[in-house]
């Protein structure tokens, strides 16, 4: 799985194929990467999908396992906390068409959700680029 924030694409693969590509939008400080909690920006590097959630307020949403060691470590030498709970999720009607709305997490339709939710397992890795 490979997010490239800033064309806001996210491509679903078996190998080397693209299986399918979907638009995202980001939080509301959508380029660099997270470093603090509450920054609005979303994650850069690699990661993978650590749990799942069928009964999200935003309709179903897939875990990324941000924060890691690094991430930690240097949230912790700004004196700071990381924050988490960066998903894959879907869209509320009240942020329908409007351009990076979330605290860091990747949005996509709720259409599109149901497809990557169905298609993509726990422990996938996701790389995500700027």
């Known amino acids: 799985m490979f997010t490239f924030k800033g064309a806001r694409i996210m491509q679903l693969l078996s190998g080397s194929a693209v299986l399918k590509s979907y638009n995202f939008e980001l939080g509301f400080a ?33 875990g990324i396992s941000y924060p890691n060691i690094n991430d930690i470590n240097n949230a912790r030498a700004m004196g700071k906390q990381p924050g988490g709970e960066i998903f894959i999720h879907g869209t509320l009607s009240l942020y329908a068409g409007q351009d990076d ?30």
Request: proline residues 6%.
């Open 101 to 130: 709305w979330t605290w860091g997490c990747i949005a996509v339709t709720n259409a599109d959700i149901e497809e990557i939710y169905a298609m993509v397992n726990d422990g996938t890795k996701i790389f995500i680029y700027p």
């Open 30 to 62: 959508p380029t660099e990467h997270k470093q603090i909690e509450g920054d609005g920006r979303t994650p850069e590097g690699a990661y993978y999908i650590d749990r799942r959630n069928p009964n999200s307020r935003y309709h179903l949403s897939l």
